[in-house]
Every structure is written in structure tokens, then in C-alpha cells.
């Protein structure tokens, strides 16, 4: 099933992001965590690609497998940087082979030690985009950042750039993680403003372990409220408390984002089913 047809039938939507094994040997313990966590049953679930594509043949197996074992929808993520025309095309006929509708398209980060420029064919997200939605019939998705991408100069630009990508075809946004609704609330006003219309989902991260925190700032460079940053200094030393309450500060985001008129609502699972499963018990009545 393809996800815009999720999100038309006007029902909230979870859904779950997974990742897949850096290495072989870890394949099986990954592929259990995966379908631990689509026996859930969420709406659908995203599962990442690495860097330069070097796990690709494990998304393509991951998000596969979730699909023949439990019938729950998913997106596989596909990156450009690194990447030929040929490199892209291979990897879609694998999508379409394994019975891949969806895919989120990314340029993805320049991976460590590569030789040579890394952007060959692809230069930006929107060009991928529209070289999917020539070569088949995906649904395609992509990626947006509440805050501004790292790269951009500003938010206007970033926003200029964001509308390029739907323009070329993107049928659904999935935010970067934040840590506070009102960066996303006034993120989706300025992008309305410019005639951005597809839905925008909100991404949540659950922060279980004190660490994570460095690790998010890191990656996406988001702020922290101080409200949040309260609860790890005073639970970031107490694995258990921490995990509790990181689960109810996430569950807390995604009540009141609902409560505001938003309907789709995306988890970073970070491959941990019991995580997953307490939030989807804490919207349980939410979510009907």
C-alpha cells in the first residue's frame, strides 16, 4: 500500500522508524528488533539507509521482511550522494522486486573517506525525487528540518529548497526530531505560507539515555528546551527513570500535537520495540 493512501483515509496515523544492520553479522538480532516492533501494527514504518548506500541491500531486506512477515506497510530510504543514475535505478528495481511502493528520497551526508566528488549525478534531494518518480510508480517522501538544515544559510532558503523537492514530486514531509512543538507549529505555518501543501509529520525522538542527548545536538543540531534538559539532569543518572521518562516527555509531544490538529505522527524507535510499545500504549484510546 502506498503511505499517501494512509494518510488520506483522515485517521491518526504512528508510525515507526527503524534502521538496518551495519554488518551481516548483525542481520538477524536487527531483523527481530524490526519485526518485534512492526507487531505492533503501527500505520507503516520507515527503515533508514546508510551513508553512501552501505546498507542498502539490508534495507531493501529489512523493509521486505517487515512487509512479508507482519503486512505492515513500509518506506525504504534511498540517498544520492555517492550515487550514479545506474546506482539509482539498481536499487529501485531491487524496491520494486521486494514489493517496495515507498520510498524516502534523501541526498544524504558525504560519506567518510570517499574519493572522487560524491555528487556525480545528484547534487540535491529534488533531483532524486524526480528521477524516481520517472523511473517508476513509487510514492515518494522526503525529508525536512523545523530548525533549517545545517547547510542552508537561513530558513527562507531552506524553505525554497524544501519547495523545489515537492515541487518535484514528494507527496509527504517527515521532520527532523525536536524537542519542542512550537518550532514545529511555527516551522508548518512558514511552509504553508509558501504554498508547501503535502502532509508535514512530525517526528518524534524518544530520549531513553542520557547520552542521546549530545548525540541528537550532533546530528540534527536541535535545541533543547530547558524543560527538557530539567528532566535529564535530574533522571540521566537513573537508566530506568531516564527511560521512563523520556517515553513520557515523547508521549507528552505527541498528545498535544494531536490535540493541536495533527494527525500523523512519526517515532524514531531507535530498533527498541519496548519503547515503541509504551508509547502506542500511552495513545491507546488516542489513537482510536
Not at 502506498?2 to 554488518?23: A, C, R, W, Y
Not at 553512501?52 to 512477515?69: F, L, S, W
Not at 534531494?125 to 523511473?135: C, D, N, P, R, T
Not at 514530486?169 to 518550532?183: A, K, P, R, S, V
Request: glycine share 8%; net charge negative; aromatic share 8%.
Amino acid at each position: 500500500m502506498k503511505v499517501n493512501e494512509i494518510l488520506s483515509n483522515g485517521k491518526i496515523t504512528l508510525s515507526f522508524e527503524v534502521f538496518p544492520p551495519k554488518t551481516d553479522a548483525q542481520f538477524e538480532s536487527v531483523r527481530q528488533a524490526t519485526i518485534d516492533v512492526a507487531a505492533l501494527k503501527p500505520s507503516y514504518m520507515s527503515v533508514t539507509y546508510g551513508a553512501g548506500g552501505n546498507t542498502r541491500k539490508n534495507t531493501v531486506a529489512i523493509a521486505k521482511g517487515i512487509q512479508d512477515t507482519t503486512g505492515v506497510t513500509t518506506i525504504a530510504h534511498l540517498t544520492c550522494v555517492g550515487a550514479t543514475k545506474e546506482n539509482i535505478h539498481n536499487t529501485l528495481d531491487e524496491m520494486k522486486a521486494a514489493g517496495i511502493e515507498n520510498v524516502l528520497a534523501l541526498r544524504g551526508d558525504r560519506p567518510r573517506d570517499f574519493e572522487g566528488d560524491p555528487f556525480v549525478d545528484f547534487h540535491y534531494a529534488s533531483e532524486l525525487v524526480s528521477e524516481i518518480k520517472a523511473y517508476g510508480d513509487f510514492c515518494v517522501g522526503g525529508a525536512c528540518y523545523p530548525e533549517g538544515h545545517v547547510e542552508a544559510a537561513n530558513k527562507s532558503e531552506d524553505i525554497i529548497n524544501l519547495k523545489k523537492k515537492v515541487d518535484a514530486g514528494c507527496e509527504f514531509l517527515t521532520t527532523q526530531m525536536f524537542f519542542d512543538n512550537n518550532i514545529f507549529f511555527n516551522f508548518l505555518y512558514r511552509v504553508r505560507e509558501q504554498g508547501i501543501s503535502v502532509p508535514v509529520i512530525p517526528g518524534i525522538m524518544p530520549i531513553t539515555r542520557a547520552k542521546q542527548v549530545e548525540t541528537a545536538r550532533d546530528l540534527s543540531g536541535c535545541s533543547m528546551p530547558q524543560r527538557f534538559l530539567n528532566l535529564v539532569d535530574r533522571f540521566g543518572s537513573n537508566p530506568k527513570a531516564m527511560e521512563q521518562a523520556g517515553i513520557a516527555y515523547a508521549t507528552d509531544q505527541i498528545i498535544d500535537l494531536i490535540a493541536n490538529g495533527i494527525n500523523h505522527i512519526h517515532v524514531y524507535s531507535m530498533n527498541k520495540p519496548q519503547i515503541a510499545e509504551a508509547i502506542q500504549k500511552n495513545l491507546s484510546e488516542i489513537l482510536k
